[in-house]
Nanobody
Framework: QVQLVESGGGLVQTGGSLRLSCAAS????????MGWYRQAPGKQRELVAA???????KYADSVKGRFIISRDNAQTTIYLQMNSLKPEDTAVYYC?????????WGQGTRVTVSS
């Protein structure tokens, strides 16, 4: 079972940038397609970016052109570079398997974008 630890969130102004990291345990990390999810207050958790084992990426329309997902299989880490942040990006961000999440979630990392 993969264990996930997210970090890198914080408070940023509109238009700013943040880079999130997700450290995953387990020697089979490179075998998994992974993704970043977010859950805003009062809303359901949604998948915003995914990266396949081979590095192919997909993005939700709401973040396309602003967010970049990447992975380092040697470091068993995935990243989310978030640029041109908007107040509507405010949420707790999680990583997990994608497009179907596994049963275990990390604690997430909170991103707050002020207007």
């Amino acid at each position: 079972q993969v264990q996930l630890v997210e970090s890198g969130g914080g408070l940023v102004q509109t238009g700013g940038s943040l880079r999130l990291s997700c450290a995953a345990s387990g020697s089979t990390f490179s075998s998994y397609d992974m993704g970043w999810y977010r859950q805003a207050p009062g809303k359901q958790r949604e998948l915003v970016a995914a990266i396949s084992r081979g590095g192919r990426t997909k993005y939700a329309d709401s973040v396309k052109g602003r967010f970049i997902i990447s992975r380092d299989n040697a470091q068993t880490t995935i990243y989310l570079q978030m640029n041109s942040l908007k107040p509507e990006d405010t949420a707790v961000y999680y990583c997990n398997l994608a497009p179907r999440a596994g049963p275990s979630w990390g604690q997430g990392t909170r991103v707050t974008v002020s207007s």
